[in-house]
């Protein structure tokens, strides 16, 4: 499953970074998830409560922002937002479309607490 190895991989650079400030524990993520990268956020929410059991990152409130992706035509140069990868210029009616964004995935903050609280 696509999801699982991504939340499984969030689990672990959280819990790096958690190691090498000392924290005990993680308590909120925030990520950025394009429309394009084929992520599924319900999906992602789900196999990261299952991925991050009895780890720091356990309980973590995972906070998901998700952003359209944006396309521009190669023929007339109009940019337009896409949600798939073969999209129609709605300008001209093209299927010649470039990808400008939408494809990210990345960890954009995490909040740790400190042992011993
Ligand atoms: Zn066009």
Known sequence: ???MSI???IVEAVGSRADAEGA?????????????SGIEPESLRF????ASKGTVAEDAELSIE??????RCMECTK????????AECPGCGSLRVSI??????????MTI????D
Do not use: D, N, W
């Open 113 to 116: 607490e400190e042992e011993g």
């Open 66 to 71: 998700v952003r359209e992706g944006t396309g």
């Open 24 to 36: 005990s524990r993680v308590s909120s993520i925030e990520l950025v998830v394009g429309k394009l």
């Open 7 to 9: 939340a499984l991989s």
């Open 79 to 86: 940019e337009f937002p896409v949600s798939f990868y073969f």
């Open 100 to 109: 400008l964004s939408g494809e990210e995935f990345l960890i954009q903050s």
């Open 47 to 50: 196999c990261f409560s299952a």
């Open 1 to 3: 499953m696509h999801e």
